[in-house]
């Protein structure tokens, strides 16, 4: 038990602090998320059509039927394709709220992995790092390929978020292999 916390606790934090530095002080995420050039009319657009917080795609079926398909085939066709969430009343930012979460779902993380870590016998210190790490990139994997393929995320959103979760749960399987002993 007493490893288990000790991975969490440090291999979170670890995680906590490098996401940090990626989002805040590198420029890569924000050099793959595109602004408007004149957002008003788009955030008014939203205001007034859509009816409720939530996530919408832009265009949108439900109904798979021929005739339905094929108008929704001309419209993705035609343009514009948006995936997005919308909060059309806006949200209240509390980044302290946001950190304190992210911190502890990067411990809830750091959990499962030192957890998953322990199940395993006989590895050197080098593959107690790479077990934690390719976990996290199964675990992305999971996201972020689907996204690219059905939503079309952008490649360099992709291929951006995949190398900054090696490099996130790398530093933190740095951590998380020394307390995990065989």
Do not use: C
Not at 40 to 53: D, I, K, T, Y
Not at 135 to 143: D, E, F, K, S
Not at 166 to 180: D, P, Q, S, Y
């Amino acid at each position: 038990m007493k490893t288990l916390i000790k991975g969490a606790f440090f291999g979170g934090i670890i995680a906590f602090v490098w996401m940090n530095i990626s989002w805040m002080v590198l420029p890569w995420h924000q050099k793959t998320i595109a602004t408007l050039p004149d957002d008003e009319p788009v955030a008014e657009s939203l205001r007034m059509h859509v009816p409720a917080n939530g996530l919408y795609i832009l265009p949108w079926t439900s109904d798979h039927s021929k005739e339905a398909m094929a108008a929704f085939n001309e419209k993705m066709d035609r343009g514009p394709f948006a995936f997005m969430v919308v909060y059309p009343n806006g949200i209240k930012m509390n980044m302290t709220q946001m950190m304190l979460y992210g911190l502890l779902f990067n411990i809830v993380v750091a959990l499962i992995l030192t957890w998953l870590l322990t199940k395993t016998k006989g590895l050197s210190y080098i593959q107690k790092i790479g077990f934690v790490k390719v976990a996290a990139l199964a675990g992305a994997m999971v996201i972020l390929v689907p996204n690219l393929i059905w939503w079309h995320f952008p490649m360099a959103y992709t291929l951006i978020t995949f190398i900054d979760t090696a490099i996130t749960w790398g530093l933190a399987g740095l951590a998380i292999g020394k307390v995990v002993k065989d």
